[in-house]
């Protein structure tokens, strides 16, 4: 799988809210009757938590160095401190990129980098990066 270069990422991130209106002008089901609510089969139990895959998220990383890989590097316009990410818990790396994703963090190019990821994707990039001292 080769990861998705920054342009791509970001022409992604653009045509999301497109696709999102498109979703939204579609016609909604129709309900069930209530007897047929009753009939209908139980909910599925819980979604089993999503383990990350190491060396798939190595492969993901690889746009990742631009930025975080260089040392004290500050984005020169608008200028933000670059943080780390190599030996951070699985649990924080995962945290911060689906919060970058649903927009509860605000950085650019994280948001438009963290749309293009599944959650497998999110979780094997924390398990690789975890790894990374």
Not at 6 to 32: F, H, I, K, R, S
Not at 110 to 130: K, N, P
């Amino acid at each position: 799988m080769r990861p998705l270069p920054l342009a791509a990422c970001l022409a992604l991130a653009a045509a999301l809210p497109m696709a999102a209106l498109t979703a939204q002008d579609a016609p909604a089901p129709a309900e069930p009757a209530p007897a047929e609510a009753a009939s209908a089969a139980p909910a599925p139990a819980a979604a089993k938590p999503v383990t990350g895959n190491a060396e798939s998220g190595k492969q993901l990383t690889y746009t990742c160095q631009g930025c975080h890989g260089i040392t004290g590097y500050k984005n020169a316009y608008p200028s933000f401190h670059v943080p780390r990410i190599g030996g951070q818990s699985t649990e924080y790396l995962t945290n911060a990129l689906t919060e970058y994703k649903n927009g509860n963090r605000k950085h650019p190019t994280m948001q438009a980098q963290s749309q293009s990821f599944s959650e497998q994707d999110i979780a094997d990039i924390a398990a690789f990066l975890s790894t990374v001292k």
